[in-house]
């Protein structure tokens, strides 16, 4: 089919478009924060000629305010299935909780958001927002499991915050190769001792889970690589 002007400019308007290479910064974003980005830099990340990239974007502003938006639509605010009522719902709950924390720990570091306070602190302020109410609707989550009997009485916040610091330390190489250990190995094994912690020992016993260990594959991919 030939190709029009028409065409070319809803192209460039396109914002599944846009935030796909949008979503190409968020490697080396999370690294490196983005004050030392120019243009230049930002097209050859996205694998775009300067020209074109003007064409997709009219300044680096906003570019990260896309980039913001991409993160709390996409990684604080994706869905997470939060239903309740039985051992089953509870886990996927608790697997896209899990996943969902770890996105949020890896992308959302102090050298992105370190420099998001500092240059546009009302992106930041967004960012804050949707992150305290993602956290709002876990620890409901958390409480109503623990009152309908499926999970183990605990601080539903403190069980947030538990998440949080972990997942700062084992995304750090520098801490796994002190204590010896893998990304991998770590994420998955955390991931275990977290089910025993929340469960009761009856429910547990009650819940299929042998696909996490692919979906763990998938997230450890995306922590490495940048695949978004």
């Known amino acids: 089919m030939e190709t029009t002007n028409e065409t070319q400019n809803c192209r460039y308007t396109d914002e599944s478009i846009k935030n796909k290479y949008v979503a190409k910064l968020l490697h080396p974003v999370k690294s490196n924060g983005f004050q030392s980005f120019r243009m230049d830099d930002i097209a050859k990340?996205?694998?775009?000629?300067?020209?074109?990239?003007?064409?997709?974007?009219?300044?680096?502003?906003?570019?990260?305010?896309?980039l913001t938006k991409l993160i709390i639509k996409?990684?604080?605010?994706?869905?997470?299935?939060?239903?309740?009522?039985?051992?089953?719902?509870?886990?996927?709950g608790i697997r896209s909780s899990f996943a969902q924390t770890l996105l949020i720990a890896n992308y959302g570091t102090e050298a992105f958001f370190g420099?998001?306070?500092?240059?546009?602190?009302?992106?930041?302020?967004?960012?804050?927002?949707?992150?305290?109410?993602?956290?709002?609707?876990?620890?409901?989550?958390?409480?109503?499991?623990?009152?309908?009997?499926?999970?183990?009485?605990?601080?539903a916040t403190l069980l947030i915050i538990q998440d949080e610091l972990m997942f700062r330390n084992l995304l750090d190489p520098h801490y796994l190769m002190k204590h010896?250990?893998?990304?991998?190995?770590?994420?998955?094994?955390?991931?275990?001792?977290?089910?025993?912690?929340?469960?009761?020992?009856?429910?547990?016993?009650?819940?299929?889970?042998?696909?996490?260990?692919e979906r763990i594959e998938q997230l450890v991919r995306k922590v490495t690589y940048g695949v978004y």
């Open 115 to 155: 420099d998001l306070r500092e240059v546009y602190p009302q992106m930041m302020a967004s960012i804050d927002v949707a992150i305290s109410e993602r956290n709002e609707r876990l620890r409901r989550f958390f409480e109503k499991g623990i009152e309908e009997g499926y999970l183990n009485d605990s601080n």
């Open 74 to 92: 996409y990684v604080i605010g994706a869905e997470c299935q939060f239903e309740s009522g039985s051992p089953d719902a509870y886990m996927r």
């Open 180 to 213: 010896n250990l893998t990304l991998r190995t770590a994420i998955s094994d955390y991931y275990d001792i977290r089910k025993r912690q929340l469960f009761k020992p009856d429910v547990y016993d009650q819940i299929d889970d042998s696909d996490m260990a």
């Open 45 to 66: 990340t996205m694998d775009l000629s300067k020209a074109t990239l003007y064409k997709y974007f009219q300044s680096r502003d906003e570019i990260i305010d896309y």
